[in-house]
C-alpha cells in the first residue's frame, strides 16, 4: 500500500476506481470539502438532513457517483470531536476497509484539510493492518466471490500550512512498522508442516539479509555444548530438532546500553507426553506468536534505523510427544544452573525463555529484558481477549509499556510478582518446579517462574500475549481468523520513544 502525503490543491491520480474520503464529527454539520462540486455538495448535505448519516463512531456511508474522477464518496465518522483519541481513528481506518472492499475501490483519497495531520499515522495504521489476508495456500482465488480489491494507494490531502516533510517521514515510519506486523502475522499463519524449528531460523536469516542486520543460529549441537538443556529437553520428542534464532541490530553510532527481547518460538504445541485435548489444537501452530513478534520488531528496527542497541533471542523448538520425550517428573539442569522439576511437559514455554533469558543475560548483559510469550491460558481466563498480562521488576519499565500500549492499542494490565507467590512453583526434589498447584495464579506463577532466571541489577518484564496473539473479535483493524502480531507496534514504539 503505497501512501502519499499532498497539499489541497495538489495534483494526484483519480479515477472510477477512486473513492474520496471525507470525516466527519458527530453533528458537525454541514460536511464541507473543497473537492466536492456543487450537486454532490448538495445530495451529501440531503443525505445528512435525512440523518441516514450522523458521523457518529464506526459509521461509514458510500455514495456512489456518476462521475469519472471518483467512484463515489465515503462518508467517514468520527464521533465525537472531544473523545477522538489515536485508536478510535485506528479503528475507523479498520471501518473503512470492509466498504473499500465491497465497493471494489483500489484508491482512496481522504480530505484531511481540516484534520490534525498527526491523526493522520493512526488512520494508516488501521488501513494496513485490516487489510492483511493469509491466502498462500489457496489454489484458486475466486474475486467475484470475495469482491476483495486491494487498495493500492492512498492520499491525504493537508492544509498548506502544515509542515509536509514532518508529516511524511512519520507516515512512512507507520507503513514501515505496519508492514513488520503483517510480516509477523504471515509468520504466524503459517502451518507448522511449514514452519519448523529450522525453517523459523532460516526465515530469520532471510530477513535479516533483507534490512542488513546480524542473525546467528545456534544448532541443536552448539547449544549440548553451552549447555542449554531446558531448550533441549523440550525439542527432544519431535524429529525437527531445536535451535536458537539470535538477531542483532546495532546504530553504528550508538554505545549506551543493550536491550534484549526473548520471543518464545513453538513452532507447534502439542502439549508433549502431556497431550492437549484435540479442540482448537490447529491454533498451537500459534504458539510462535511471541518469537515472530520479536523478530517484526527487529525488522521494523532495521528499516527506521534509529540509535540504539537491540538483541532478540529466540528458543525455538515443537513440543511433539516421541521416544524420548520429556517426561513429567524429569529434573533439568537449567543453562543457569538452576534445576527445575517438569511437573507438566505442557508447560514448556518458560522452560525455553528461561534457558533464554540466562543465554542472553551470560553473553551479552542487557540493561533490560523483556520477554513476550503465548505463555498461559490463565491469562486468557484471566484478561478475555482484550488485553495482554505484563509483570516485572522494575515499576518505570512497567508503566513505560503500559503507556505505549494505550498510545498503540495494544493494551496491558498489570499482575502481581508478590515474593507470596514463590511457594506456588516450591519443588522437593529441585530448585523450582515449572507448574503450580491448579487453577490457581496461572498466568502469575509462569511469571514468578521466569524471574527466578533474571540475574543482577537487570530490568525486565514479561509480556503474555496468550489472550491477544489471536482470537480477537472486537477491534475493526484486526479479524478473528487472523493472528494479530501484538507486540510488534507496542515495542517498536517503546524502543524508539526511550532511544
Given amino acids: ?203 530469520a536469516r532471510t530477513m535479516c539479509d533483507k534490512v542488513e542486520i546480524k542473525s546467528r543460529i545456534l544448532t541443536r549441537a552448539e547449544m549440548e555444548e553451552e549447555g542449554l538443556n531446558a531448550i533441549i529437553a523440550v525439542g527432544r520428542g519431535s524429529s525437527r530438532e531445536p535451535c536458537m534464532i539470535i538477531v542483532e541490530y546495532k546504530h553504528p553510532d550508538y554505545t549506551g546500553d543493550l536491550i534484549a527481547l526473548i520471543g518464545k518460538g513453538v513452532t507447534f504445541d502439542t502439549g508433549g507426553i502431556c497431550l492437549k485435548p484435540r479442540d482448537n489444537l490447529h491454533e498451537m501452530k500459534y504458539d510462535m506468536a511471541g518469537a515472530g513478534a520479536v523478530l517484526g520488531v527487529l525488522y521494523a528496527l532495521g528499516k527506521l534505523k534509529p540509535k540504539m542497541s537491540v538483541i532478540g533471542v529466540i528458543p525455538a523448538v515443537e513440543n511433539a510427544p516421541g521416544n524420548n520425550a520429556l517426561l513429567p517428573g524429569d529434573i533439568i539442569r537449567t543453562y543457569s544452573g538452576k534445576t527445575v522439576e517438569v511437573l507438566d511437559t505442557d508447560a514448556e514455554g518458560r522452560l525455553i525463555l528461561a534457558d533464554a533469558i540466562s543465554y542472553a543475560y551470560k553473553k551479552y548483559s542487557p540493561h533490560t529484558i523483556i520477554d513476550v510469550a503465548t505463555l498461559t491460558g490463565g491469562c486468557i481466563t484471566a484478561l478475555g481477549h482484550f488485553c495482554a498480562g505484563i509483570m516485572g521488576n522494575d515499576e518505570q519499565l512497567v508503566r513505560s509499556l503500559i503507556r505505549i500500549g494505550e498510545k498503540t492499542g495494544e493494551r496491558l494490565w498489570e499482575l502481581p510478582l508478590w515474593d507470596d507467590y514463590e511457594k506456588l512453583i516450591k519443588s522437593e526434589v529441585a530448585d523450582i518446579a515449572n507448574l503450580g498447584p491448579a487453577r490457581e495464579a496461572q498466568t502469575i506463577v509462569g511469571g514468578i517462574f521466569l524471574k527466578n532466571f533474571i540475574e543482577g541489577n537487570t530490568k525486565w518484564a514479561h509480556i503474555d500475549i496468550a489472550g491477544t496473539a489471536w482470537g480477537v473479535d472486537h477491534i475493526s483493524y484486526w479479524s478473528k481468523k487472523y493472528p494479530t502480531g501484538f507486540g510488534v507496534r507496542l515495542l517498536t514504539n517503546w524502543l524508539v520513544s526511550n532511544c
Avoid at 134 to 163: C, M, Q, R
Avoid at 174 to 196: F, G, H, K, Q, W
Fill in 1 to 203: 500500500m503505497k501512501v502519499t502525503i499532498i497539499t489541497i490543491g495538489g495534483k494526484f491520480e483519480s479515477d472510477w476506481n477512486t473513492a474520496l474520503v471525507i470525516p466527519s464529527f458527530e453533528k458537525d454539520f454541514p460536511v464541507q470539502s473543497e473537492l466536492l462540486s456543487e450537486e454532490l455538495d448538495m445530495l451529501i448535505q440531503s443525505i445528512v438532513d435525512r440523518e441516514v448519516f450522523l458521523g457518529k463512531e464506526g459509521e461509514v456511508f458510500f455514495i456512489p457517483i456518476q462521475d469519472a474522477k471518483y467512484a463515489g464518496v465515503i462518508l467517514l465518522g468520527l464521533g465525537s470531536k472531544e473523545k477522538l483519541s489515536e485508536e478510535k481513528l485506528r479503528r475507523a481506518g479498520g471501518n473503512i476497509i470492509n466498504c473499500v472492499h465491497t465497493n471494489r475501490i483500489s484508491r482512496i483519497v481522504f480530505d484531511w484539510s481540516k484534520l490534525c495531520t498527526s491523526y493522520i499515522s493512526p488512520i494508516v495504521e488501521g488501513l494496513i493492518l485490516s487489510s492483511f489476508s493469509y491466502e498462500n495456500f489457496k489454489t484458486e482465488l475466486d474475486a467475484s466471490k470475495t469482491n476483495k480489491v486491494n487498495i493500492g494507494t492512498v492520499v491525504f490531502l493537508t492544509h498548506p500550512d502544515e509542515n509536509i516533510g514532518r508529516v511524511i517521514e512519520e507516515t512512512n515510519d507507520t507503513v514501515a512498522i505496519c508492514e513488520s506486523v503483517n510480516m509477523c502475522r504471515n509468520l504466524v499463519c503459517t502451518p507448522a508442516n511449514d514452519l519448523t524449528p529450522g525453517a523459523l531460523a532460516e526465515f
